[in-house]
């Protein structure tokens, strides 16, 4: 794949994106890779974590110069948010490592994460506006879920690209790394993941989406109960606790 590298080692998938002429502008092509690259992901049953970082920049938005002359019906064909959906409905735990910029459509592949780590020279925001449009991959969606409306409408309104501390500040990243540290802190992130116990990681993170959709918090925990409850049928739960009570590090099978 032109566009796409995975790099696959216990248990662990690093998918970066190869365009560094654009800074990792994203064209359909690309993000049709990406696609083809998360479905092998799912299937994967060998993969607990996925990494998205790419070198340098993780992407400065979707290719300008493929949209400036497009209608609506293309701009649709064009948009990412059947393959950025694809990735936030992957049931293993990702984390997006940001270094250089995440820009529109670039910002808005690492919302599609569950986790954001950046670099201390990683610049994020929408500039959409400036360009006559808005996000259109999920970024309304999910930086106003993450942030608040208040701090996603100024950086959608007013298009401000921010450093890493800032993105830190308003919940938009989960941690800052040491500068020249972000792909190794993320590769120790997603290796304590890798050696969780999968079944509870994999109910865990669908718990929690599944209490984002639930207007009412008390139905919301009702179903966390349920699910807790439902991890008492596996296995792992019983290593678990039998681990801990002899004192020993865990063997998770996923069962
Ligand atoms: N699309 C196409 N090409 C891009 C690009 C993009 N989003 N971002 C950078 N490039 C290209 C530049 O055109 C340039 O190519 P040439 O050498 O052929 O001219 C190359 O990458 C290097 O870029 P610059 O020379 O501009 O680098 P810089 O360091 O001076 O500036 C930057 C860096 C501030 C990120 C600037 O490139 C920039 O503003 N890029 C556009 C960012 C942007 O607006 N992103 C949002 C896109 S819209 C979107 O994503 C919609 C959506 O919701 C899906």
Redesign the pocket.
Known sequence: MPYIDVAIENGIAVLGIDRP???N??NRDLVDELDASIDAISKDESIRVLVLYSKQNFA??????N?VDMSEAEAKAF??SETFNKIEDLPIPTIAAVEG?A????L?LALACDMRIAAPDAKLGF??T??G?????G?TARAARLTGPAKAMELILLGTIIGAEEAHKIGLVNQVSESGGLLELALKWAGRLAKGAPVALRTAKQTVRQGLLEADVKRAIEIEGDNWAALFNTEDQKEGMKAFIEKRKPAYQGK
């Open positions: 002429q654009a800074l502008a994203l400065a938005g979707a290719d300008i110069k949209m948009a990412f910029y820009l529109g459509g670039g808005e500039p959409e400036g360009l449009i808005m996000p259109g991959a970024g």
